[in-house]
């Protein structure tokens, strides 16, 4: 029979930490710990593969699992030497819990306390001698139970809880006696019967089967699959379940629990952090029910709460060793869960912290700097997709002290996750996901919760009034890279009315703004204008020195390192020379594609470019086109200047004409007016050039055939601006959209010809190497004949994608995140490539083409040039380089280097 079960802790460890895919992230580093000798609660983990199995088998615990769940359980009785479901002496509680492979911080579901009904909380009472522990642990399993087994709504339990407090004049949970909390069990026991229609359930052995049935339920909860498809987590990982021996911080006042980081998880700083509460279960703390007490010494400084190094020295001693015993034994920042029961240390869970990207880039730096990791381990670690919060805006300080002076600082709490965020106020996750269609919004709540997700998501910034650097709303913010502001205490949410009140200001949901710093925890009505990161001010600014800023630092040594291992060179699609200067800056290796058309669109020009369109004739085009002429060589000159010394890939144009003409009567008018044409004129030229499809009609190369003396301007530009350039200049010529080799060979003849006439007239000997984009998919089969006409392939990826699918790039969103949901398509193909089918186009034409050029250099132009994934498939496909939008850069380069150090 298969191994469904694996036990960890006392005198029998099954696992270990290479079994992560098995037993799930959360069980391999239980039995890890356990091997270790670090005290940990025993139990047992029931594999991701009987996730699928229940699945498989009709939602149904597949029965050589539960054999083997009851012979770990039996196991467990005897190792902590109590008894499941004892009614006469101290009880066997537990605890059930999720464990995916990949870390999903609050997705899925936890039941604390699993075993107690009326009989065995008595019993509970008399062993432990502490009645209101007993009836406190009660009171928590029936609402855990009920919301994630039976599917009661928490709101219910929490507002009967609120009714008790207010009756009895008291305002926290630990207030209450044990004769209240008898009280509120019973009221709870009630709520349950009347919602479900049923007694709580009183059997342990039901409780733990239903409870391990809704773990794996919770796996495809509507919050579980958002936070996948937002992190790319495939659905059939499936997650363990992990059922612990329970210990308990909720005893008594040597009683306690928190969660602790090795570092600073905002920051990266190297320091002990972490929250804690006296009395309490991990929930607690997590969920930001409470706002927790800081962990050190340090951190206590100016907040008046006691620390766990001052309260309990002994049992932090214990955990500052074991938290940097674990941090070095996995080589990585670790996140810890542990709970004291009467001054004891137990960890009841170790994990690779979720981080923002500049504690990542620093963690990564600080580690390879301590000797636990080499350069090519810590940059394997990173997420380049993260980078991309180096360079997000940031508030300008002088813009903030002006909101101040004005009385606009509403409050501070904690900078839980760095960034700008200013928004319209949304105080729930749907009025978040409405409201953030129409402009943006923060999302302002008490505390969230995993259902709030998608609200998340949708939001610019999340700020909380309670809560720590710990609680859920922190921990997934940081993992989406959002700015996060929690545990500010002094706003009062008014969920009801749709208002927030705090510093004697009223602000309304839906109206009013707020501006949140999560890198100083500050928050400020009104909307605050952002500024470029340290990174840009450094890089593209010029306006701090790089010793002014540590970001910088460490972004600069990322990059070096990335430089050293990468094999891809990583270009730009720029247009401008303040585009280019941007992506040189950030260390591009010359420009993959400038677009001539954007040129076009400019004031100054279109009405040049219109006249041509409106000519009837060769000679009228080109009196239209000289007058462009200057322009378009004055453009290129720029941008040789920019990347002086690097290639620079020009396509020729692109779309049909129609793009360059109004369709608006009134557009269409002021056109007549200015070229001195009557209405009707422009009129029938629109009609003329209508297309049905014009995306696969006249336009790229058909363009230039057509009409060659466009193509001849726009190389004699790239010829007169090279030459004035001097050496500076390594311009690369891209034909668009060619699917045919015979349309390459006749605009080539045409584009030589041209260069050839320049070369007469200037006295000089300029070439420069014709290439083509690979976008059309008959191209990619081709690919062997076009290479003997093409010095270079550069493949629109875009276009590759859109004929390739046969989708419509400007419809298809319609449609598309349908497929994606539906698991028809694992992504968009416009954003992530389709490395099945467009991929295999790819691979084709790269074999294809070198087997007729050896020497053809191959790029990437289109957008998937800075997605992570498609750099690691263009790596492996034998490309020479990809090329993305300046901001981009940075990210194409990390990735290529991971790309380069994964093969």
């Avoid at 029910?289 to 050190?296: G, L, M």
């Avoid at 996750?429 to 943006?440: D, Q």
């Avoid at 420009?591 to 400019?602: A, K, P, Q």
């Avoid at 250099?857 to 263009?874: L, N, Q, T, W, Y």
Wanted: glycine share 10%.
């Amino acid at each position: 029979m298969a191994k469904h079960v694996y036990t960890f802790g006392a005198d029998r460890n099954e696992g270990g930490a290479s079994m992560r895919n098995l037993l799930g992230g959360k069980g391999c580093n239980l039995a890890e710990m356990a091997s270790l000798g670090i005290p940990v609660p025993p139990g047992f983990t029931l594999t991701t593969e009987v996730c699928s199995d229940y699945y498989a088998e009709g939602r149904t615990v597949p029965a050589g699992a539960v054999a083997q769940a009851e012979e770990a359980l039996a196991w467990l009785e005897r190792a902590r030497g109590l008894k499941f479901g004892d009614e006469t002496g101290l009880p066997l509680l537990l605890s059930v819990r999720s464990g995916a492979r990949t870390s999903m911080p609050g997705m899925m579901d936890t039941v604390l306390n699993l075993g107690l009904n009326d009989r065995t909380v008595v019993a509970l009472e008399k062993a432990s001698g502490n009645p209101r522990f007993a009836w406190d642990s009660y009171r928590r399993f029936i609402t855990m139970y009920s919301n994630v087994v039976l599917g009661l709504e928490h709101a219910a339990f929490e507002a009967e809880l609120e009714r008790a407090k207010e009756g009895l004049g008291k305002h926290e949970d630990t207030a209450l006696s044990a004769d209240d909390w008898k009280k509120v069990v019973a009221a709870f026991k009630e709520i349950v019967r009347e919602e479900s229609g049923k007694p709580f359930p009183q059997d342990p052995r039901e409780q733990l089967h239903g409870a391990i049935r809704a773990v794996f339920e919770s796996w495809n909860t509507a919050r579980a699959v958002t936070y996948r498809k937002l992190h790319r987590i495939p659905d059939e990982w499936g997650t363990a379940v992990n059922v612990q021996s329970m210990v308990f911080g909720n005893m008594g006042d040597d009683c306690g629990t928190g969660v602790a980081f090795t570092r600073d998880p905002a920051t990266g700083e190297k320091r002990f952090y972490g929250e804690y509460l006296i009395n309490a279960q991990g929930e607690d703390v997590v969920a930001g029910i409470r706002t927790p007490q800081p962990i050190t010494e340090t951190q206590a400084q100016g907040t008046g709460l006691p620390s766990l190094e001052a309260v309990m020295p002994s049992a932090y001693a214990e955990l500052l060793a074991t938290a940097t015993r674990l941090e070095r034994h996995f080589r990585d920042m670790q996140d810890i869960e542990f709970t004291m029961e009467r001054g004891k240390l137990y960890l009841l869970q170790t994990r690779n912290g979720k981080r923002t990207a500049m504690a990542g880039i620093r963690i990564a730096l600080d580690l390879v700097d301590e000797g636990l990791l080499d350069e090519r381990e810590a940059l394997k670690r990173l997420d380049a997709d993260s980078l991309s919060q180096l360079l997000a805006p940031v508030f300008d300080p002088q813009e903030k002290e002006k909101l101040r002076a004005a009385g606009a600082f509403l409050t501070k709490g904690l900078n839980a996750g760095p960034g700008a965020a200013a928004g319209v106020i949304a105080l729930t996750a749907e009025e978040a996901e409405a409201r953030a269609a129409s402009g943006p919004v923060v999302l302002v709540r008490v505390e969230t919760s995993p259902e709030d997700i998608a609200g998340m998501v949708a939001a610019q910034g999340i700020l909380t009034a309670r809560g720590g650097m710990t609680s859920h709303a922190a921990v997934v913010a940081r993992g989406m890279g959002k700015p996060c502001v929690c545990g500010a205490s002094a706003l009062q949410i008014d969920y009801q009315a749709g208002i927030v009140t705090v510093a004697g200001r009223t602000l309304k949901a839906g109206e009013d703004w707020i501006s949140m710093d999560g890198s100083t925890g500050e928050v400020f009505a009104g909307k605050l204008p952002a500024q470029a990161s340290e990174v840009n001010q450094v890089l593209v600014e010029g306006t701090l020195k790089p010793e002014g800023s540590d970001l910088h630092r460490c972004f600069a040594r990322i990059m070096e390192w990335s430089a050293r291992h990468k094999k891809l060179h990583v270009r730009t699609n720029a247009d401008t020379p303040h585009d280019a200067k941007i992506a040189r800056a950030f260390g591009a290796a010359g420009i993959g594609l400038c677009r001539t058309e954007h040129m076009f669109f400019d004031a100054e020009r279109i009405t040049a470019v219109r006249e041509m369109i409106l000519a009837t004739d060769t000679e009228g085009r080109q009196k239209a086109l000289a007058k462009l002429l200057p322009m378009q060589r004055a453009d290129f000159l720029g941008i040789f200047e920019a990347m002086a010394g690097l290639p620079v890939t020009i396509r020729l144009l692109d779309p049909p004409l129609h793009e360059f003409l109004p369709v608006d009567d009134e557009g269409q008018g002021e056109m007549a007016k200015v070229l001195g044409v009557s209405v009707e004129t422009v009129r029938r030229r629109v009609a003329q050039l209508h297309e049905v499809n014009p995306m696969l009609g006249h336009r790229g190369c058909r363009l230039g055939i057509t009409f060659p003396e466009i193509y001849r301007m726009q190389v004699r530009a790239i010829a007169e601006a090279a030459l004035d350039a001097g050496a500076k200049a390594h311009p690369e010529i891209m034909v668009p959209l060619v699917g045919a080799v015979k349309e390459l060979t006749w605009l080539k003849t045409e584009l030589l010809d041209e260069i050839e006439t320049v070369n007469r007239e200037r006295n000089t000997a300029f070439i420069a190497p014709i290439g083509t984009m690979i976008e059309v998919p008959r191209a990619a089969l081709t690919a062997d004949k076009i290479a003997v006409e093409a010095a270079f392939f550069s493949f629109g990826t875009n276009d590759l994608t859109q004929m390739g699918f046969g989708f419509s790039r400007d419809d298809a969103g319609s449609f598309l995140p349908e497929y994606v949901g539906k698991k028809i398509l694992e992504d968009d193909p416009f954003q992530s490539l389709d490395q099945e089918g467009i991929g295999e186009l790819v691979k084709i034409a790269v074999a294809k083409g070198r087997s007729a050029r050896p020497d053809l250099k191959v790029g990437i132009c289109g957008e998937h040039g800075g997605d992570p994934r498609s750099v690691a498939f263009f790596h492996r496909a034998g490309l020479d380089y990809v090329s993305c939008s300046p901001y981009r850069v940075p990210i194409a380069i990390l990735a290529a280097a991971q790309a380069a150090l994964d093969a």
